[in-house]
């Protein structure tokens, strides 16, 4: 059966696992839900995910929300992928990064993202306090990230890993929204960055249509790409 992903291209966390399924060469159909008109909180994805959050997965009758338990699903579907390491000490870098972005960084990423970015799709005046208080307080975070990623290739070793696929969706819309600086300032982060950005797995989820950064574009223009 078809893994059904209930999600949107722009959402962050629908990334994640759109990276996953194309970083273990899988095939995925993406059921669109419009978040910026509110689809995510309609009676219909409720039933999928009482939160009214993305991404959704379905499977064979399954059906499973929230993005890590999405991505060890998929990593069952594709034993032989690298993601999760096999060996003791990689495996608890994945889950020690991913917690570390979950902690220190996307408190302070997501909320600036939502100013300078989405702010225009979801209505509201926005928040000049939200954004100072985002740049202040990320910074530590990717310090520490920084003097990590100088002794080491990605964030769990020498392999590519869920843990750089959990930050790749901040930093990329950091970069493209005028707030590249922090990262480019950080020289192993920067060069980190660049070596998982041109991944042809991260080209496919990041590059594939209209981008919420560019100059024109709506929220309702990303419907005309998936008909439904």
């Given amino acids: ?15 994640k696992v759109l990276a996953a399924i194309a970083e273990n060469g899988q095939e995925a159909e993406l059921v669109l839900v419009m978040v910026p008109k509110g ?20 499977h064979d009758g399954v059906v ?8 060890r699903y998929l990593q069952h579907l594709a034993p032989r992928s690298a993601l999760v390491p096999s ?5 608890a ?13 996307i408190p302070f990423a ?3 993202l939502v100013e300078v970015l989405f702010r225009r799709f979801i209505g509201g005046e926005q928040q000049a306090e939200v954004i100072r208080a985002g740049r202040e307080g990320m910074g530590f975070a990717l310090d520490v990230a920084n003097e990590h990623l100088k002794k080491s290739a990605f964030f769990a070793g020498n392999g590519f890993s869920l843990a750089d696929i959990h930050w790749m969706p901040y930093l990329d819309y950091l970069t493209q929204t005028g707030e590249a600086e922090p990262i480019r300032a950080r020289e192993h982060l920067f060069a980190w960055w660049e070596r998982v950005s041109a991944r ?3 080209q496919r989820v ?7 950064y560019e100059r024109g574009i709506t929220a309702d223009v990303i419907e005309k790409l998936y008909p439904g």
């Fill in 206 to 212: 990041a590059r594939s249509g209209p981008q919420p």
């Fill in 110 to 112: 997501h909320p600036l």
């Fill in 39 to 58: 689809e995510h909180k309609a009676a219909s994805h409720l039933a999928l995910h009482p939160f009214g959050k993305v991404p959704v997965l379905e």
């Fill in 64 to 71: 499973i929300y929230e993005t890590r338990a999405i991505q």
């Fill in 87 to 91: 060996e003791a000490v990689a495996a």
């Fill in 200 to 202: 042809p797995s991260w």
């Fill in 93 to 105: 870098r994945v889950e020690q990064w991913m917690s570390v972005a979950d902690s220190y960084f």
């Fill in 1 to 15: 059966m078809t893994i059904k992903i209930y999600g949107h291209p722009w959402s962050i966390n629908t990334r």
